[in-house]
């Protein structure tokens, strides 16, 4: 069975600063994996998303991840974050499968501050 | 430009008593979903509909019950609530059931239920 392990469940930034928020996954066969954004008093929304193809994964607000395959992980990472980069960030994993589902790990609370 | 709208947007409940949550989607997608978000515990998934016509239980089914009424709606009916289904519910839509290809969802902005 698939899972997600966001280690970190809130991390404090000062404003631009970098940052990076980790995810692992464990799946037994190939992988589609999301970050989605949540702020406060919302729904989710997508951030960024890798299927197939360049490892390096760009998405909205200048954030981008990286997949790494070998270390079953898709960090999520920003050069500079801004007071609106406050928000709760899920990993998420679906498996190619015909049998898959979506599982979101249980997030990490990005706190940026002055 | 309303994408996924769930009502009512806060409730409150008490023990027994019971309610449905309304969703609809204009985005013309085949699946939609519901989830319960709770503390620590991230989004969990309590029924879904791939296609018209069809639903599926999820990881936390138990005390719910859905009916996909139509392309568009989707609604989640709790039939006697107890305070473990205090929670933030989310509908959500994908243009066909995630699990095939990769296929992006798409969230309302949820319903907070609290039972009492």
């Known amino acids: 069975a698939q899972s997600v392990t966001q280690l970190d469940s809130q991390v404090p930034v000062f404003e631009e600063a970098p940052v990076e928020l980790r995810c692992n996954y464990s799946?037994?066969?190939?992988?589609?994996l999301f970050w989605y954004v949540q702020y406060p008093n919302q729904g989710l929304q997508l951030l960024l998303k890798?299927?197939?193809?360049?490892?390096l994964v760009k998405g909205i607000n200048g954030f981008e991840a990286e997949f790494n395959k070998s270390q079953t992980s898709f960090h999520l990472r920003k050069p500079s974050v801004h007071i609106s980069d406050t928000a709760e960030y899920f990993c998420a994993v679906s498996d190619s499968g015909t049998a898959s589902k979506l599982t979101f790990g249980t997030g990490t609370r990005l706190q940026v501050t002055l | 430009n309303a994408g996924v709208t769930q009502t009512p947007k806060f409730q409150v409940l008490k023990t027994g008593q019971s309610m449905t949550l309304q969703c609809a989607q204009d985005m013309n997608h085949n699946s939609m979903y519901w989830y319960r978000q709770d503390p620590g515990m991230g989004l969990r998934l309590i029924y879904y509909s791939a296609s018209e016509g069809t639903t599926d239980k999820g990881e936390v089914p138990n005390g719910y019950n859905v009916s996909r009424l139509n392309k568009r709606e989707f609604s989640l009916r709790l039939e006697s609530a107890a305070p473990s289904q205090t929670s933030v519910y989310f509908c959500a839509s994908s243009e066909s059931h995630p699990a095939y290809s990769g296929n992006t969802i798409y969230f309302g902005e949820g319903s907070w239920l609290t039972v009492v």
């Open positions: 890798y299927l197939s193809g360049s490892t």
């Open positions: 799946s037994s066969v190939s992988v589609y």
